[in-house]
């Protein structure tokens, strides 16, 4: 087997390097920010796992157990359906509707991102519930950091010194 010399290892590290970046600095990118989705775009994606759940519900509903996740609920005369988990008016009025299916629920939420997309007003509604919403959770954010004790937010511990050889038990003659 032949051994490489250091200076013949270093080359060929630089090599790869070299064809790592050619090979993958054209598809360099910055890295996208929390919250930079549009509030569309964010209500179409949670839209579209509403309609997973439907499915979910619709292939087994004796053992579906999502109730906590979805916007629609079993109710006298067929299912209940909120628009999001805080009931956003999609305008004059309309959060919360009554249908008799599972059809209608997903013809239902298919609308409601077709809506979503081309009403502004149910666009600012989105936008004004995400700003309360982030305004709850970072208030929340500042009473717990707040609320913790200082020495449990330092991180450092202080150093526990190593404990000597142990000496050996002897054991008493008797």
Known sequence: MQRLSTT????????VVTDFIEKWSARKADKPTAGARNVVEMFRLRVAEQKDYLDAYERDSV????????????????????IGRDAVSAGQGLSYVVVETVGQVA?????LAQHAEQDLDF????????AR??????AAKARSKAATPASVKSSVKAARAKPGPRKAKTKAAG
């Open 133 to 138: 919403r982030a305004a709850v959770l970072n």
């Open 123 to 130: 666009q600012k509604a989105l936008e004004e519930n995400r």
């Open 63 to 82: 053992s579906f157990n999502k109730w906590r996740s979805t916007w629609f609920q079993r109710v006298p005369g067929g299912f209940g359906v909120s």
């Open 8 to 15: 013949h290892l270093k080359a060929m590290e630089y090599m």
């Open 107 to 111: 013809e239902f939420l298919d609308d």
